[in-house]
């Protein structure tokens, strides 16, 4: 079938003098390389892409939406605590196919408040998500260094650096929206409880529908625990005062809603984290949608199952933790891409000097 060409051809020696050792000293060479490669390129295409436009608490992106087209009838999204997940992505599916005017945020869109799970986090708004209208961003304890612990982590002026600043508003066809910013309990929330009440007392209008979005939860459903914050009585006080009529939350991972003093809190933190009860205790992977009409507001619920698409998976693996160390020690980098290199020619010489004996040993027949 084959000519002697063939059976005498280097190529054919050569693999023929393959052991398995070979194989796996070429298998993970290649896989070392090519994952190296891969961080390279994706870490670079985040850093020359950034945040996409329709992303963040900026001015720019809240301005199209007050001087835009104002409607009798909107919907809008909310979604909470998706770490970055592949369950997230998901939901981000079905929030397109949503006819929405904006989504919000309410807090831990990252894994960990370290910059590399923000970028990890930034490469999946301008590659992943595909959400093409204004998206808006709460803090949340996962997303900022609040209580300066850690050290190297994204502090609150790098919060507003990448996303725009932490407290903000806006109106919409004849409704008010004000994104505050809560923390834990062991910290103070006062600076987002006076920016509320300050933003009221100038911008609540009589008959106006008001919505009010923070991370951390300060009324929740009997029988959940979850925690809440120092400034919690003044803020449902300021609430009460103003006729509040939506308030919502995260932090705890599932779905709670309760009604107190005519207003409706919305715990929706199921946007991808780990749900924290099972399905018949509101542990499920979700995203809101509220409905305006009028003086009407119908909410409905979009549920998601938990999934990790590989893509994803290699991709915060590279931004997150491969990238880090190339970055951070470099001349380790270089010294253990030398090693493999010189593991690899060493295993292909190998190959090469038994390839040859071959031939020699079938010449001497």
């Known amino acids: 079938m084959y000519g ?39 870490g670079r295409a985040t850093a020359r892409s950034g945040l996409p436009d329709n992303y963040g608490n900026f001015e720019k992106n809240m301005r199209p939406i007050e001087s835009g087209e104002q409607k009798d009838s909107f919907s809008f999204g909310v979604v909470g605590d998706p770490h970055s997940s592949g369950t997230f992505e998901r939901l ?38 595909d959400l093409s209208v204004p998206v808006f961003l709460i803090p949340g304890n996962r997303d900022v260094d609040y209580d300066n612990t ?4 994204i502090s609150m002026d790098q919060f507003r650096s990448m996303y725009g600043p932490e407290n903000f508003c ?3 066809s004849g409704c008010l929206f004000v994104g505050v910013c809560t923390f834990p309990d062991h910290v103070s929330s006062a600076g987002g409880i006076d920016y509320l009440e300050n933003t009221l007392a100038a911008r609540r209008k009589k008959g ?45 991972h599932g779905y709670a809603r309760s009604e107190r003093d005519g207003t409706v809190y919305l715990v929706t933190g199921g946007g991808g984290a780990e749900l924290a009860e ?9 995203a809101m949608v ?46 253990v891409n030398l090693l493999v290199f010189a593991v690899f020619c060493r295993s292909f010489g190998k190959c090469l000097l038994r390839a040859n004996e071959t031939k020699r040993s079938i010449a001497g027949r």
């Not at 951390?216 to 009529?245: A, C, H, Q, W």
């Not at 099972?278 to 979700?286: D, R, V």
């Not at 009409?293 to 893509?311: H, Y």
């Open 4 to 42: 002697r060409g063939f059976w005498d051809s280097i190529g054919y020696r050569f693999l023929k003098s393959v052991n398995i050792q070979d194989v796996l000293v070429f298998t993970v060479a290649v896989v070392f390389f090519a994952w190296e490669i891969y961080a390279l390129s994706v």
């Open 92 to 129: 981000c599916e079905k929030l397109q196919n949503e006819p929405l005017s904006f989504i919000v945020i309410t807090g831990d869109f990252s894994k960990r408040c370290r910059k590399r799970y923000h970028d990890f986090f930034i490469y999946q708004c301008a590659n992943t998500y």
């Open 150 to 153: 850690c050290g190297n982590d």
């Open 170 to 172: 806006f109106e919409y």
């Open 208 to 252: 106006q529908k008001v919505f009010v979005f923070t991370h951390v939860p300060s009324v929740m459903k009997p029988g959940l625990k979850t925690g809440t914050f120092k400034e919690r009585n003044r803020f449902i006080e300021i609430v009460n005062r103003y006729e509040v009529d939506y308030v919502f939350a995260s932090h705890y």
């Open 278 to 286: 099972t399905e018949s205790f509101g542990g499920l992977h979700h």
């Open 290 to 335: 509220l409905a305006v009409d009028g003086d009407s507001v119908s909410e409905k619920i979009i549920l998601a199952q938990s999934r990790q698409k590989p893509s994803s998976r290699l991709a915060r693996a590279s931004l997150a933790y491969l990238n880090p160390v190339l970055a951070k020690h470099t001349a380790g980098s270089i010294a």
